[in-house]
């Protein structure tokens, strides 16, 4: 702990020296969180030491961030585990081929069934049926035993392009809710999901929002 502690102190403290130094030469380094951390410090502060944030209260902070930010993934990823919105992949042999050991002709379609392996017991484990984000609190390499078991964007050359953008979007949209409303589930919804090409909720997903 104390090692992988001192690793990412002294890696988190090599990029803040940077930028402190780019800032106090008058590059502008506002494009990114930790510049505009740095930036705004170096402005509140006005030169005095004791009203600024130390090199390890920045640390704390990048640190903070990273985490909070892999809850909201974590949270993300079991959503998309359960319900994703491609339930299932086709692909089709071009040529005969060998695959996990069976031999297919040419033109045999194929069908990988995303969804059920998504929800199945052997993979995930008992409660694979149960919204639990903490099973991607170590990556998703360690949800599972078998790594490709998770592939809501897809897998291979043909992986989904927008993946990042999704999620990005997803936790944009979610932040800037949770930042103005607090929100629960209306009594009025009905658990059904259901698919026209893509995984909806048939009913529609009523929510009660509360402003903060
Ligand atoms: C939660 C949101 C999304 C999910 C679950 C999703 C899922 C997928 C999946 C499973 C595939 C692979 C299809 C296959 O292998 O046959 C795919 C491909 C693709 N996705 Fe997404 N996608 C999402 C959002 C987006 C967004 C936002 C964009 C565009 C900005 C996008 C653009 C594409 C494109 C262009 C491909 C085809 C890539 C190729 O064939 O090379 N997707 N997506």
Known sequence: MREIDRKISKLLRGIIEKRDKATKNGKTNNDDLLGLLVESNMRESNGKVNLAMTTEDIIEECK?????????????????????????????TYKEMDIGGIKYPAGVNLLLPLLFIHHDPTIWGKDASKFNPERFAEGISNATKYQSAFFPFGWGPRICIGQNFALLEAKMALCTILQRFSFQLSPSYTHA??????LH????????????
Not at 204 to 211: E, F, S, T
């Open 201 to 212: 909720p048939e009913h529609g997903a009523q929510v009660m929002l509360k402003k903060l």
């Open 193 to 198: 999901p259901y698919t026209v090409i893509t």
């Open 64 to 92: 903070l961030f990273y985490f909070a930010a892999q809850e909201v993934t974590m949270i993300l990823y079991e959503v998309l585990r359960l319900y994703p919105p491609v339930i299932f992949l086709t692909r089709r």
